[in-house]
């Protein structure tokens, strides 16, 4: 990732995050916990017509993996 794209992805960050306050608290309070092999995420989408999407998924040790990738890749 190139110097501009990180600033720009740093702004989008900054604005989505002052347009939605608690989701940063969200992120630092699983974040602290950790996740684990078993932990279940579960997605909600809700679109202004009503209409409503579900999704879950139990986390597999291949995806605690993925993530520390793309945590590393990050930095």
């Known amino acids: ?12 960050w900054g604005t989505f995050c002052a347009n939605h306050p608690r ?17 279940e995420i579960k ?12 999704a879950g998924l139990k986390l597999k040790q291949s995806d605690l993996e993925l993530f520390k990738s793309l945590a590393s890749a990050g930095r």
């Not at 190139?2 to 989008?12: E, H, P, T, V, Y």
């Not at 997605?43 to 579900?54: A, F, K, L």
């Open 1 to 12: 990732m190139d110097i501009g794209a990180l600033m720009n992805f740093r702004q989008a």
């Open 43 to 54: 997605i909600s989408v809700t679109y202004p017509d009503g209409q409503t999407v579900n």
């Open 23 to 39: 989701f940063p608290d969200f992120i630092a309070a699983v974040r602290s916990k950790g996740i684990t092999e078993g932990t």
